[in-house]
């Protein structure tokens, strides 16, 4: 079963850092990967997909890569804002699978 | 945003009796996913649906059942709502493979 793990749980920043968030997975095997947001009880936002065939993914200050070998992918937030405050999210796609398997999630907190 | 619509948004019922909460897509998406989400857990997937009539469980799938006779509506069955089946359930739609994953704004469940 493919495991799913962000750290860190929790990070504090102020505002204006460039920041990394974390995304390991167990099976390399792996289709596609997504990034998330989630702000308190709201659903999830689509932020960025990246194929398994694809190294980087850019989306304004957000960058992801991955390194499917490593089982490893970070989230780069650039210059950030309190409006980035929310739960970041990861999510694999296997091969064989139409199902995606999520992290835990990191909470950010930019404080202004 | 995709158009996915779920329904209730809130919901207060009785252990022992049946809820089924409703998902509605306008895109045309070909996979539909329930989720669950719940404090130290995270996302869990419960069951999710390849096609009209085409389902498939996830890993918490116990003590819930699905249905999909259109393209537009999957619908999640809690056949008897039991105390641990208070959660927040989001519905999920995707095209393929290699497309991103929307979700649904959520319904809050609470079985007393």
Redesign the interface.
């Known amino acids: 079963k493919q495991e799913v793990t962000q750290i860190p749980a929790a990070l504090s920043v102020p505002e204006g850092e460039n920041l990394v968030l974390n995304c390991s997975f167990t099976d390399s095997a792996i ?2 990967l ?1 990034w ?1 947001r989630q702000d308190p009880g ?5 932020l960025l ?1 990246i ?1 398994s065939s694809q190294r980087e993914q850019t989306s304004g200050r957000l960058n992801a890569s991955l390194d499917k070998s490593s089982g490893r992918s970070t989230l780069y937030i650039a210059a950030s804002q309190p409006g980035d405050s929310a739960t970041y ?1 990861c ?1 694999v ?1 296997l091969y064989n699978f ?8 990191t909470k950010l907190n930019v404080k202004p | 945003d995709a158009g996915i619509t779920q329904s209730p948004r809130h919901k207060v019922t009785e252990t022992g009796t049946p809820v089924t909460l409703r998902c509605h897509q306008t895109e045309n998406h070909r996979y539909m996913y329930w989720y669950r989400q719940d404090p130290g857990h995270g996302l869990r997937l419960i069951h999710y649906s390849y096609g009209v009539k085409d389902t498939d469980k996830g890993e918490v799938s116990d003590g819930y059942s699905v249905s999909r006779s259109k393209t537009e509506d999957f619908l999640l069955t809690l056949e008897s709502a039991t105390s641990s089946q208070t959660s927040v359930y989001f519905c999920a739609i995707k095209d393929g493979a290699g497309t991103e994953a929307f979700f649904g704004q959520g319904t809050r469940l609470t079985v007393v």
């Open positions: 289709y596609n997504q998330f709201k659903g999830l936002t689509s997909l194929q999210l999510a796609l139409n199902k995606f398997y999520f992290g835990s999630g």
